[in-house]
């Protein structure tokens, strides 16, 4: 298994494409909080398995925009399993109209937003850490991003 492991189980060809493209740059900017050896894995699903996953494992009976499940299990290769991201596509495609931003700019920001999440951030809790550390990947990374402001 490679480091990352993209299902995409919604009619959306390009979704890998843009997660892989986004993601080698993302991990450099990341080295220093990723473990060595280390796999995780991202899927872009329907917003009805989304709004039943939300509800199974969140107990909130409404669609979200990506869920995060870190895990850290050890697996037998030695490898760190990071978790799972699951992003919502339809609802994805209906934020990134709502505020004005391509799919491809949302969609690269709910995995960063996963990714942190799987690597430990809490935004509910951490006094904003997270968000500024967001804010900070998205001016390094501003050619995903493009119109990111200070």
């Known amino acids: 298994?490679?480091?990352?492991?993209?299902?995409?189980?919604?009619?959306?060809?390009?979704?890998r494409p843009i997660i892989l493209e986004f993601w080698k740059e993302l991990k450099k900017e990341l080295t220093s909080i990723l473990p060595e050896n280390f796999v995780f894995e991202v899927s872009i699903d329907s917003d009805e398995t989304v709004k039943e996953l939300n509800k199974q494992y969140r107990?909130?009976?409404?669609?979200?925009?990506?869920?995060?499940?870190?895990?850290?299990?050890?697996?037998?290769?030695?490898k760190v399993f990071l978790?799972?991201?699951?992003?919502?596509?339809?609802?994805?495609?209906?934020?990134?109209?709502?505020?004005g931003n391509s799919?491809?700019?949302?969609?690269?920001?709910?995995?960063?937003?996963?990714?942190?999440?799987?690597?430990?951030?809490?935004?509910e809790t951490d006094n904003g850490e997270m968000f500024a550390?967001?804010?900070?990947?998205?001016?390094?990374?501003?050619?995903?991003?493009?119109k990111t402001e200070d």
């Open 1 to 15: 298994m490679e480091e990352i492991d993209i299902s995409v189980n919604v009619s959306c060809p390009d979704c």
């Open 59 to 78: 107990n909130k009976d409404s669609i979200t925009d990506v869920l995060s499940f870190e895990d850290g299990e050890i697996l037998p290769d030695g």
């Open 83 to 99: 978790g799972s991201i699951i992003i919502a596509y339809e609802r994805a495609k209906q934020q990134a109209k709502e505020i």
């Open 103 to 123: 799919f491809e700019e949302e969609l690269r920001f709910l995995f960063m937003h996963g990714i942190l999440h799987i690597l430990g951030y809490d935004h």
């Open 133 to 146: 550390l967001q804010k900070k990947l998205k001016k390094k990374l501003e050619k995903f991003f493009p």
